[in-house]
């Protein structure tokens, strides 16, 4: 009689099946966490509010200037700071226009000079009358010619006798004018008396020339004392406005 082995047991088949589902299960189980752990250092999408917050998030940067990150339907642009151009100072100042038009220039507040009668020259022997007082206005005054003084301002405008046009002292760096005339700069101090006009030892001077054309020059004197305040920087920030017809 045949006898049938009635043991029980997993079979081959069987086993392989529960391996694998095993497996699944941790390879699923495996990428969650790998997911969760990745995304604990991103910003959520909710909270991305601009360019730095979409770049930390993982999200990709177009090849742009400036350059763009785009997340949850939203462009967000990288802040590039460029510094702004420094304000031009003389824009507020006097707009001022010599009566025959030879020349205009913009005169710095605070400044008082005189004018005689239609002269296209301006000038002041007062020192302290070239002090800048920002916000008010410069002033020009026409008054009878005559006077004379040691030291000060001198604004003129030639068109003859150009080859006369005196220049002491030693030429230094030129400037420009803003329309781009170049402007002779020399400087002088005086060292002993009988030296210049009006100008007594010691006194230092600049003088600018500023040639339009063979036949049009401006000429700017600045002359000052000892123990006077030097304004010649403040000068030059006027100069620079100065422009021929």
């Known amino acids: 009689m045949k006898i049938h082995d009635n043991q029980t047991g997993f079979s081959p088949v069987l086993i392989a099946v529960i391996v694998g589902a095993i497996s699944l299960v941790g390879l ?15 910003t959520p999408s909710a909270q991305i509010n601009n360019f730095d917050e979409c770049v930390a998030a993982g999200n990709p940067v177009m090849e742009s200037y400036p350059e763009q990150c785009a997340a949850n339907g939203k462009t967000f642009t990288k802040n590039i700071n460029v510094k702004a151009a420094p304000a031009d100072e ?11 038009k030879e020349y205009s220039m913009r005169l710095a507040d605070g400044w008082s000079l005189l004018r005689c009668d239609k002269s296209p020259s301006m000038y002041t022997y007062d020192n302290s009358k070239l002090m800048f007082l920002a916000g008010q206005k410069a002033v020009v005054s026409e ?10 301002l001198f604004i003129n405008h030639a068109t003859q006798n150009i080859e006369q046009i005196v220049t002491p002292g030693a030429k230094q760096t030129s400037l420009k004018t803003n329309d781009g005339l170049e402007v002779e700069k020399y400087y002088w101090v005086v060292s002993g008396y009988g030296e210049g006009i009006g100008m007594a030892n010691g006194d230092t001077e600049y003088t600018y020339v500023i040639r339009q054309s063979a036949k049009s020059v401006m000429t700017v004197s600045y ?3 000892p123990g006077n305040t ?5 000068v030059e920030k006027v100069i620079k406005t100065i422009s021929i017809k």
């Open 28 to 42: 699923l189980g495996w990428f969650a966490y790998n997911r969760d752990s990745n995304n604990q250092d991103k």
């Open 90 to 100: 003389t824009s507020s100042w006097l707009l001022y226009e010599s009566p025959g």
């Open 143 to 152: 008054i009878s010619c005559g006077s004379d003084g040691r030291t000060g």
């Open 223 to 225: 002359s000052f004392q």
């Open 230 to 234: 030097d304004y010649h920087e403040l």
